[in-house]
T-cell receptor
Framework: GAVVSQHPSWVICKSGTSVKIECRSL??????MFWYRQFPKQSLMLMAT?????????EQGVEKDKFLINHASLTLSTLTVTSAHPEDSSFYIC????????????FGNGTRLTVT | GQQVMQIPQYQHVQEGEDFTTYCNSS?????IQWYKQRPGGHPVFLIQ???SGEVKKQKRLTFQFGEAKKNSSLHITATQTTDVGTYFC???????????WGLGTSLAVNP
């Protein structure tokens, strides 16, 4: 089946620093990738939709200058949390969509970010 | 806004008991997808339903899509401890491939 690799699995950083999270589709081309944020015991919150070769589409309330998304190729999307603060601590998960409109999403393993 | 209601929010069962989670929408859905997320893990796709009245089975899991395509259910027969996790329903809302997610049902199974 389709595999999505997300790296790193966890990261601890100091307040004010930036953290980059990578999401790769290993065995298929993903023109669209989605970035989610999930707080404990809650559902997934879509942050942005990343389209290869174009600007990401951010959901309402998500700061595009704080959460930088780059989708430079059909197999790689990155999310950079800039000037991280403790309130940015969360579980970030990427997902990639298959070729067809109703194709299910394939998720990365997620990145647990802790900002101290 | 668009949303899909999922109930119950939590369910605690004894191993061997059955479990059902329900997903309800006020509007007709083009499709419904179900995902499972184990504690500490990421969502894993289980199944997609697209036809009115569709029923699909995966071993002990039975998925149904209502005749009106406004509700769906996931039923687990004779739960096992490996069934522990949160089950989410989700659907495509438009042409941008975004999924609208239910809040999930967390299942705990006592051995």
């Amino acid at each position: 089946g389709a595999v999505v690799s997300q790296h790193p699995s966890w990261v601890i950083c100091k307040s004010g620093t930036s953290v980059k999270i990578e999401c790769r589709s290993l065995d298929f081309q993903a023109t669209t990738m989605f970035w989610y944020r999930q707080f404990p015991k809650q559902s997934l919150m879509l942050m942005a939709t990343s389209n290869e070769g174009s600007k990401a589409t951010y959901e309402q309330g998500v700061e595009k200058d704080k959460f930088l998304i780059n989708h430079a190729s059909l197999t790689l999307s990155t999310l950079t949390v800039t000037s991280a603060h403790p309130e940015d601590s969360s579980f970030y998960i990427c997902s990639a969509a298959g070729a067809f409109f109703n194709s299910p999403l394939h998720f990365g393993n997620g990145t647990r970010l802790t900002v101290t | 806004g668009q949303q899909v209601m999922q109930i119950p929010q939590y369910q605690h069962v004894q191993e061997g008991e059955d479990f059902t989670t329900y997903c309800n929408s006020s509007t007709t859905l083009s499709n419904i997808q179900w995902y499972k997320q184990r504690p500490g893990g990421h969502p894993v796709f289980l199944i997609q339903l697209v036809k009115s009245g569709e029923v699909k089975k995966q071993k002990r899991l039975t998925f149904q899509f209502g005749e009106a395509k406004k509700n769906s259910s996931l039923h687990i027969t004779a739960t096992q401890t490996t069934d522990v996790g949160t089950y989410f329903c989700a659907y495509n809302a438009g042409n941008n491939r975004k999924l609208i997610w239910g809040l999930g049902t967390s299942l705990a199974v006592n051995p």
